[in-house]
């Protein structure tokens, strides 16, 4: 073993490990996994379980469904086939319109023509966000991206294109229909064989089908965390925004291949990497790049991308001049990942600059309770996360005991209104339909 693997390994077991464990102890965890790398070496480990009902623990092959960390991996397929390489011509122009590869989008102002996969990847093409997701009803067949961009018709462009960032996830459904097209192949099968395979991410999918049962990590929602019965955030016309599977094993490698690229054309990560637009969110979305959200962390240039849907959450960093990432998968949306992630670099680092071990340790203590006992302390930043996936989900029954608790005790949150004014739409179009 290397010494620096010795020293990496040593760091964290002492130091960051301890702290999850006691976090997996609380009420807000029901699983995670987390995965560090310094230098060409990695250090990974589970904690608490897949599955509430079962108990059966998160291990380093546990997967995980990864959201929106799903789209730096389509980013990086997409550039790759527009980026020269050992003399071999390109088969996509950024700058070119993607109706030119997809006929069948088009949009109620006409302006589908202005839109091009560049503007995509940064978030400025214009394109409005999607607002609902049907995980209750999920399209499973290949021809579910272009079904996705047929939908389009009456949707205008919300911004001038190139002028503003403005999230869209349609925009991702949209690049994932481009890569099936220009590879001739399913979206899931074009980046498993553009940037999976080459990678050795064997476990990695696109595809739910194809991850074992008995390795799959299941969401959790509401208060106490709930397996919500058969409801699951999948569905193919959302495929290339969201739902790439995968394990801490895995992750650890890609982390490895973007720091250390070997198989990856340094071209592609500079472009993917260079500001594009301004985000202003910082320190870690300080502006957009293709795919990535470009920031700064212990003044260092950090790329970042962040994923939450109902009842997974995920944090992916990358300090490139530093060769060191961190990535957390969890299987609920009320772990503090951020705060995880922020520990973990600054342990791998040995940074004293970082107060990210203070503040993880601060949390932890916060959630555990005086008494050594997991509190249920709750804000409404708390009710949101402990709502809103089973209300996506079309799962209000499992919101509705909390929200209604919550009318009690603070019948004048904003987040209340909110979330109660969602879980009634919801309910309405369940009867209707």
Known sequence: MAAGDEHLRHSVETRLWPLLEALAGTHEVAGLAVAVVREGEVAVRGFGVRDVGTGEPVTRETMFHLASVSKPFVATAVVSLAVPRDGVATVLDLDAPVVDRIPELTLADGREGEITARGL??????????SDYGWHDPQLGDDALSAFARSLSDWRLRTEPGAAYSYS?????????????????????????????????????????????????????????????DAYPYNRRHAPSSTLHSHVDDMGRWMLALLEPSHLDPAVLEQMWQPVVPVGDPPWEEAAGLGWAVGTYLGQRAVSHSGADPGFGSRLVLLPGRRTGVVVLANSN???????????????????????????RSEVARLVGPAGRATHELDDDDLEKAVWGAIELHRTDLAWPLLRVWADVRPESPVLQEMTEWAHRVDRDTSSG
């Open 121 to 130: 990847l940064s978030h400025t093409s214009g394109l409005p966000d999607v």
């Open 334 to 360: 009320t772990v503090p990942t951020w705060a995880v992630v922020e520990a973990a670099l600054d342990i791998a680092l040995d940074d004293p600059a970082g107060d990210g071990v203070s503040a993880l």
């Open 169 to 229: 996830n349609a925009g991702f459904e949209l690049l994932g229909l481009l890569l099936s097209r220009v590879t001739g192949t399913t979206f899931e099968d074009a980046v498993r064989w553009v940037v999976l395979k080459p990678l050795a991410m064997r476990a990695s999918t696109f595809l739910r089908a194809e991850v074992p049962a008995r390795l799959a990590a299941s969401p959790h929602v509401g208060r106490p965390l709930t397996v919500p019965g």
